[in-house]
């Protein structure tokens, strides 16, 4: 008697996180992961990575321009848990701190071809003035106390 294996299919994705619209910030960067179910195993590329930091177009869309490339090969025996990416976009502060200025996610299409996605972006956001300065605050202070020490006893 033989034993059947389980039969996988793969899911092929490649392409570019093209650019971005954030007309109040400059100087981003973008992140990208991939998040999928317990069936799903990466077999090819990265699954993950990180761009260079690009400044605002200087044409009216003032866009944030990537072009950053995606190539990564997954392999299932289910579509249960289909991939999804995640990006996350993040820039300087005004202490030079990077923080997240946005962050979305979308499934990988499920038929193939060539796709176009727009990913709506969220941005974390105090919800109080009080929480904004507190903030403001622990970022200041969080930036005295990392300071290297001066050599001195």
């Keep these: 008697m033989t034993t059947a294996s389980p039969s996988v299919f793969l899911l092929m994705v490649n392409g570019q996180v093209e650019s ?18 317990q069936d799903w195993a990466p077999t090819a590329g990265l699954e993950e990575g990180i761009s260079q930091i690009t400044s605002k177009s200087q044409d009216v ?13 997954f392999k299932s025996t289910n579509p249960y ?27 990988v299409p499920f038929s193939p071809g060539r796709h176009k996605r727009t990913i ?17 605050l622990l970022v200041a202070s969080s930036d005295l106390q990392a300071a290297p020490p001066t050599g001195d006893k």
Excluded at 20 to 37: M, N, R, S, T, W
């Design 81 to 107: 848990g289909w991939p999804q990416i995640v990006l996350s976009v993040y820039g300087p502060d005004v202490f030079g701190n990077d923080v997240v200025r946005g962050y979305g996610a979308v499934h």
């Design 120 to 136: 709506p972006m969220f941005v974390p956001e105090s919800t109080s003035k009080l929480q904004k300065f507190t903030s403001l």
């Design 20 to 37: 971005a619209q954030f007309p109040e910030y400059d100087d981003l960067y973008c992140k990208y992961c991939f998040v999928y179910g």
């Design 61 to 73: 869309r003032q866009a944030l321009v990537w072009n950053f490339p995606i190539d990564v090969t």
